[in-house]
């Protein structure tokens, strides 16, 4: 069967990479993460790709002097291996508008609240420290817009009294895990 050829761009740990990848294998998923591109060297990701044998590649932003430059880099590593679908997980840079409007419906990217609350960086922090009773995941298509774009799926928990910013993190990451890969693949099955 043709798989969606897949490429991840990362900043940092990559367990969502990780997740998206297994899952591709075990379930016979339609799409193969063939890339994984990350803006940071040191980043943990890269040892994950490596142990799935999985090509990366490294852009730093620190090497380009405009978001422009950065991203047509980046964009030249996608074409160059063929990628179809591109997951940002945990990828810590702006797209620009260009970048985000070339990819639209075949760019998307997970993020820690339950959208359209508490958009940005910091949203766990933000959601515990405005007392939400309710925390999850949402993945939404990326367009220009920060953390905007259609919702294609999300995942919810309760916050418990005895939680922390430290175990919420790692709810938040058990459902992600869950979350992400099954709406990759709900993209992927549609642009086959
Ligand atoms: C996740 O919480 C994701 O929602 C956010 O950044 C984090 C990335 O974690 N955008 P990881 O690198 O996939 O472990």
Redesign the pocket.
Known sequence: MRKIKTAVL?S??????QAIAKAAKDNDYSYDVKLVISNKKGAY?LVRAANLGIKSEIVSHKDFSSREEFDSEIDKILEENDIELICL??FMRLLTKEFAEKWQGRLIN???SLLPDFKGANAIKDAYEAGAKKMG?TVHYVIHEVDSGEILGQEEFIVQENDDIESLTNK??EK?HILYPKCVEKVAAKLL
Do not use: D
Not at 12 to 17: H, I, R
């Open positions: 990362i940092g740990s990559g367990s969502n990479f990701g997980a945990g997970i993020h820690p995941c938040m990451h992600e």
